[in-house]
C-alpha cells in the first residue's frame, strides 16, 4: 500500500508559479501512474493532470495546458506540479493520486480509476 503526501502550496497572486510535489512511500513507486485533481469550495474534483507510471506519457485538462507542467524522479519516489500563470480559479485543494497498474504507456483521468489518495494541499490565488 502507498502513502502519498502533497507539498508547495500557499497563497500567490495572479501570474504567480508554484511547484507541488507529491512524495509516494511505501510502495514500488514506478508500479503507479499518478493523477493530480482539484477541488474548489462548492465544486466537484476536477482533473488536472496525469503521467504513467515511468513518466513517458502525460496528460493534461484542457484549462491547463500550457500553464501546468507533470514530471516525475524515480530516484525521489516524487510526482511534481509546476504551475506557471496561476489565476484565481486555480484557487483549491490540489491533490495527488496513485494507481497500481502494469501498464507501462497509460494515464488516467478518472478519479475513480486512482486506489490511493493523499491529504491535499492548498492553493490559493489572489487577483
Known sequence: QVQLVESGGGLVQ???SLRLSCVASGG???MYAIGWFRQAPGKE???VAAISRRGGNT???DSMKGRFTVSRDGT???VSLQMNSLKPDDTAVYSCAA???FSVNDYYRQG???NYWGQGTQVTVSS
Open 112 to 114: 475513480t480509476d486512482y
Open 45 to 47: 474534483r476536477e482533473f
Open 59 to 61: 496528460d493534461y485538462a
Open 99 to 101: 494507481k497500481l497498474t
Open 76 to 78: 525521489k519516489n516524487t
Open 28 to 30: 514500488t513507486f514506478n
Open 14 to 16: 495572479a501570474g504567480d
